[in-house]
């Protein structure tokens, strides 16, 4: 049954992903008073990528060709730890929040060291500027991790998502509204999305993720695309399950499992559009001024602890 489990959870998130990032383009266009691409267009051009031919420098080695499979797989195990159609993980080993955001770290680490791997200047730039910006955004998610692991008095995932059921309203407590903004700040550095980064454009002056994935062509590059889709809609998961709990039910039947995901595509949708609100909103700011927006986010988590140590949380 978990066999089952995961491969109908797998599946659902791998064509949920480019459906949440085109709600997340069509919104932007509307709100900027454009027609904007169909919301249907980023599997259009997925399927464009997987048909072409992939072409490659003659520099590249091993590495290269094996990082798209590599940050492919470890996106979607990661994926398989989150509750979605249930409050239990359908993963049977393991669904640690801190082994999800290792699995995460890993596709990161590779993408850079492939992006290096191909000796050009562009891919050089991008990976130093994603080391960088991770050098920063790791600590603060750590310590959001440890403020939800003090909240909870756990890192399993499942065990997580249980214990905020039994009192959906506690993210209005200060604790945890800090901690759901400090949250969002590092989804926002870890998507790519404006203010930290820009999804949509190729400028050498502005790219970071964008850099890496410049030497990458066909099939290769659709896995590269495919994966930071799925790598973003993970992230609004996180918030989804955990910080917004609000029609999660235990019930193992047919009817639980609806309820759940009928809930669940509301809230993923209801933060893209959040995240599309937010980058019309705010323009990118400079590469020296990320780590002063990602500390804000570690100081918030850090005064989330200790409220929930000093007052427990009230």
Excluded: C
Excluded at 86 to 96: A, C, G, L, T
Excluded at 217 to 238: D, F
């Amino acid at each position: 049954m978990n066999i089952l489990y995961m491969i109908l959870q797998g599946l659902f998130l791998l064509f949920l992903a480019p459906l949440i990032a085109g709600v997340v383009k069509k919104t932007k266009a509307l709100l900027q008073n454009r027609r904007g691409p169909h919301l249907f267009q980023v599997y259009r051009d997925i399927y464009k990528y997987m048909k072409k031919d992939a072409v490659m420098s003659e520099q590249t080695s091993w590495i290269f060709v094996f990082t798209p499979y590599l940050v492919f797989a470890s996106i979607l195990g990661a994926g398989l730890m989150l509750p979605v159609f249930h409050p239990v993980s359908p993963w049977p080993f393991s669904s640690d929040l801190i082994v999800f955001i290792y699995l995460l770290t890993m596709a990161r680490f590779f993408m850079a060291l492939a992006a290096l791997d191909t000796g050009s200047a562009f891919g050089g730039m991008g990976a130093s500027r994603e080391m960088a910006v991770s050098s920063v955004i790791e600590p603060a998610l750590v310590v959001t991790i440890a403020g939800l692991a003090f909240k909870a008095h756990t890192t399993d995932l499942s065990k997580m998502v249980s214990s905020f059921m039994v009192n959906p309203n506690g993210i209005f407590t200060p604790n945890l509204l800090l901690l759901l903004v400090a949250f969002y700040i590092i989804l926002i550095a870890e998507s790519g999305r404006i203010p930290v980064d820009n999804p949509d454009t190729h400028l050498e002056l502005t790219m970071i993720h964008e850099g890496m994935l410049l030497e990458y062509s066909g099939k290769y590059l659709g896995l590269m695309v495919w994966a930071s889709y799925l790598k973003q809609l993970l992230l609004y998961s996180i918030v989804a399950s955990v910080f917004l709990p609000w029609g999660i039910t235990s019930d193992p039947s047919l009817i639980g499992g609806i309820y759940n995901l009928f809930f669940y595509l509301v809230k993923v949708v209801f933060i893209g559009v959040l995240v599309a609100v937010t980058e019309t909103a705010f323009v990118k700011i400079r590469l020296f001024q990320i780590p002063e927006l990602l500390f804000s986010s570690l100081v918030l988590s850090f005064l989330s602890i200790l409220m929930e140590i000093t007052v427990g949380g009230r």
